[in-house]
């Protein structure tokens, strides 16, 4: 495919998703339907639902573990609890079992009108997350501990939440680690309506692209970025697109990034995904990679001294992590 026809493919795909992502029935949600889920248990079944007003009663739980880090889980647009995408997260967590594990429930906000209801909820909630985040501080939450992570919209979601932190407090806090799985590309960037996730949001923030120029983040933005297979569709094992906006066909490659994320997490110690870090796919392929880096772990265990691009290779299905040889091309 040309150049001129693959811009254009792109661009018609774009402007079918905008039509139908505003097309779509609003819906005039009130910021006080957004809820957090604290998971205790080995279960789904096993949670209580918190009134973000009462957040700080999560931390004064009996079940919270004041040793273990805590991580907030974001879903994306049109999404909720009952969707693949939180099962799979919450498994992989409670089987991992070291983490406090909390939901964000965001579901009637992130619904209707993509571009006139659930990105401006977005902002709105991202503020409103900052401030319950610093009362929950405030409460004990040891900030250090804490880890935000979102996919699609819940990525651009944890960007406001955690600038809102540090301008709240002055610029003396700051939350230790984001993580933005395929973040929400329009309208983000180039970032001149709203403003996108990027590494000034936290003291560490790693994105992993998997759908990158359709729904997925077009370029690096955060600390460190992470492009298995280019970022780009078709990720391995995923059909061929349908340009069907919003339709599972035309999502498979959006959604591997949480399905790559929760892989790193249920395998606990196990190392997994490793990429090398180089400037871009073709010299990944060719071999002109950083020589005098390290390997790094895309996922939960990335370490937080990476910066910059990493690429790496996947299995087409489970386990997607090909282990070391994921490093190199073949």
């Not at 700080?56 to 879903?75: C, G, S």
């Not at 992993?208 to 990720?235: E, M, R």
């Not at 599972?248 to 997994?272: I, K, M, Q, T, Y």
């Amino acid at each position: 495919m040309g150049v001129t026809k693959k811009i254009v493919v792109v661009t018609s795909t774009l402007v079918l998703a905008l039509g139908l992502w505003v097309g779509m029935k609003p819906i005039k949600a009130k910021l006080n339907t957004a809820k957090f889920m604290f998971f205790y248990g080995s279960k789904f079944e096993d949670h209580e639902v918190f009134e973000l007003d009462r957040a700080e009663d999560i931390v004064r739980h009996a079940k919270f573990d004041h040793t273990k880090k805590t991580v907030m889980y974001f879903h994306g647009y049109i999404e909720s609890p009952e969707v693949e995408s939180v099962h799979v997260i919450v498994d992989a967590y409670q089987k991992r079992n070291d983490h406090n594990l909390i939901i964000l429930d965001w579901t009637q906000l992130v619904d209707g009108n993509y571009l006139l209801e659930a990105v401006p909820n977005c902002k709105k909630l991202g503020h409103k997350l900052g401030s319950v985040i610093l009362a929950m501080i405030n409460s004990g939450l040891d900030v250090d501990k804490l880890h935000l992570v979102g996919h699609s919209l819940g990525g651009q979601l944890a960007g406001f939440a955690g600038r809102t932190v540090i301008s709240l407090s002055d610029k003396k806090i700051k939350l230790k680690r984001i993580s933005a799985l395929d973040p929400a590309f329009p309208p983000f960037y180039p970032g001149v309506l709203v403003a996108h996730l990027s590494e000034k949001d936290a003291e560490f923030v790693d994105v992993i692209h998997t759908d990158a120029w359709l729904y997925g983040a077009p370029v690096s933005t955060g600390t460190a970025d992470f492009w298995p297979n280019n970022g780009k569709t078709l990720q391995p094992g995923c059909p061929k697109r349908n340009y069907k906006p919003l339709t599972d066909n035309d999502l498979c490659s959006h959604r591997r990034s949480w399905w790559f994320w929760a892989e790193s997490v249920a395998e606990g110690p196990n190392p997994c995904f490793h990429s090398i870090r180089c400037k871009s796919w073709s010299d990944f392929k060719e071999g002109k990679v950083d020589r005098s880096g390290q390997i790094v772990h895309m996922g939960i265990d990335c370490s937080p001294d990476a910066k910059g691009d990493y690429y790496l290779q996947t299995n087409g299905s489970p386990p997607y992590s090909k282990g070391v040889a994921g490093a190199k091309f073949e």
